[in-house]
């Protein structure tokens, strides 16, 4: 029953004059009579004419010498109509385009009424227009896009056009664009979707919904199965606590944060006050679904399509194995006792292997690994090797398979059957596992990446095996950055985050104590919960020399805002810019030669200076630049610190 259209739209009409009568209770107080201008009077009276004023419900004052304000249904302020509300008031006729010269007005409220034809085009000159609600009325036709020039359109379409007579296409074909949303998350962190997170997909779902309307999500969740590993993500958000752990939901959920764009306009719902709703948006924020326009069940079929070429096109299947397992030595160390680093990809197909796609992607990878210095001058002190590993398909979605069994999780997050990658390391060398490097690059063109630590077995400084696992990306100068963030500084040389994520206040004292265990490792050099010149782990950089590094101690790092420094304001560690600053490079510098020559080898920081000094600040400009800093930035995981024992999860 409450799924019906009648009680969808009672429901909606009810909801709707709840808003609009906290919206005129927002509304400054009416003033004495000011100076209108003539604009608004013509403007108001052309209503009254254009809809039928004679045989409105109630007309008290239309039409009179009274002031404008104590004309019913008009509000005013400073002398400028404000809104108009004449809501379920028997209108009838078509709009009239004189409205659009009303250039104070926030609020026009004509739902529930009898007019028909279409929204004029000039409506998009509204500029101070935060909600036109038309609901329930006979209109039809092409909704201007015009409209889209206005502040409030992309949070209060719905108003506008449900319970019309509007076709689906008449909706698409404006051009209405994606809300900004700021979900507050249950962990309390909090997440932006704006143009940039719509972005990183190809497809993204709106769910607004409760915990008194849960019928929904078993489609979606077969959905979002079904195709999360091809691009598609789902957004959801609830008015009040809901326990969306007992669903298990595995897309984003929260709450609206109080600072949600989304309040200014519509009191916290899109597109409008009705539970569930579902839209869906494409990659330039393009409006392409909505269960407004026709029946929530379609998006099924919809997202089918628009998915099919695709799963139809990637679900190529491997027949051939036999080259699974192979190693192949792109290089042998010269100096030193050798580091190995092993590098393997998942979702490559035995077609992409026969084809030379695989090899030339995992070369791709080992130079990436030596874009950035310090590893760049001493990579003749490794042994890189690559293993082939064939997988079934060559796609992350619900009906493929492959080898290391990698899958996307939320927001940046990679998993993947480490156990399996090493065993596969394994076949390239025997070195001790505390000393591994292991890069498994993933077929894929979405951004993400996570690296895997491991606790060291032994006391030696910077130990402990990792796992960086990458995808392709979507070109080769970002997947050269995830490389060098992922893999060069979380997985060589175990350096933490110098980003901030939004949402994250203080670090909280029982992360402080978690670090202080993994600071005994070695691990963590760039960052510090002291900032103290004469205490900062980097107080012996704090040297003249560095002064053009910018080396200091600014707030925020580890996804923290306060309570953790980082070296430098901005460094590949942070959003992917520029270099390695100097407390990083002295973290690789120290895990190269360590490594290279075992206990041999005693560190001089004078020697890395001098590196430092000749090789580092005069070239600076020689230093590759993976990211533009005006080019749009999400952080990556943070890394996952673990033990062995994990393997087995």
Known sequence: MLNSPYMRRLILFLLCL????????????????????????????????????????TSTNWGSERPLEEWYGIYTYQGRVYAIDLSANNLSGTLPEA??????????????????????????????????????????GAIPTSLNNTPGWCYTWGYAVVGNRYNRFNIYDSGITAPTLSLALADGQTVTVDSNYYARNRYTILFQWSDEYTEFLPTLKTIYDRYRGFGLDIVSWTPSDSEIDKYGVEWTVGQVSEDNPLSAYNDNYYPVGLYPTVTMFDTEGRLIFSDTVESRGNIVSVVDALFADIVNADLYTSTDYSADGTVNCLQQATVGAGIDVVIMGDGFSDRMIADGQYAERMMLAADALFSQAPMSHFRDMFNIYTVNVVSANECYAFNSSTSLKCQFGEGTLITGDDRRCFDYARKATDAPLDNLLVVVVLNSDRYAGTTYMYYPQSTIQGAGAAIAYVPVGADNQMFT?????????????????????????????????????????????????????????????????????????????????????????????????????????????????????????????????????????????????????????????????????????
Not at 21 to 47: F, H, I, N, R, T
Not at 508 to 519: G, N, S
Request: some cysteine; charged content about 20%.
């Open 99 to 140: 409205v659009a010269t009303m250039d104070a007005l926030k609020y026009l409220n004509l739902s529930s009424n009898s007019i028909t034809g279409s929204i004029p085009e000039c409506y998009g000159e509204l500029q101070s227009l935060v909600q036109l609600s038309l609901y329930n009325n006979r209109m039809s």
């Open 18 to 57: 709840f808003l609009f009568v906290g919206c005129k209770d927002d509304l400054p107080p009416q003033d004495a009579q000011e100076y209108v201008p003539e604009q608004d009077y013509e403007a108001v009276m052309s209503l009254y004419q254009a809809l039928d004023g004679e045989h409105w419900t």
């Open 481 to 649: 950055a995830l490389i060098c963030h992922e893999a060069v500084g979380h997985g060589f040389a175990k350096l933490d985050d110098e980003y901030t994520l939004e949402g994250m206040g203080a670090m909280p004292l029982e992360h402080k104590d978690f670090r202080k265990a993994r600071e005994e490792y070695g691990w963590l050099k760039n960052t510090d919960v002291c900032h103290s010149s004469h205490f900062v782990k980097w107080s012996h950089l704090l040297l003249p020399r560095y002064v053009s590094s910018g080396l200091g101690a600014y707030e925020g790092g580890a996804s923290y805002a306060t309570g953790i420094y980082r070296p430098t304001e901005q460094s590949i560690m942070n959003m992917n810019v520029g270099d390695f600053n100097p407390p990083s490079r002295e973290a690789i510098y120290y895990r190269i030669h360590s490594l290279a020559y075992g206990d041999s080898w005693n560190y001089d920081f004078d020697a890395f200076l001098s590196y430092d000094f000749v090789n580092i600040l005069p070239k600076k400009s020689e230093n590759i630049v993976l990211c533009s800093e005006n080019q749009s930035f999400m952080p990556t995981h943070p890394p996952v610190m673990c033990n062995y024992r994990t393997m087995y999860r």
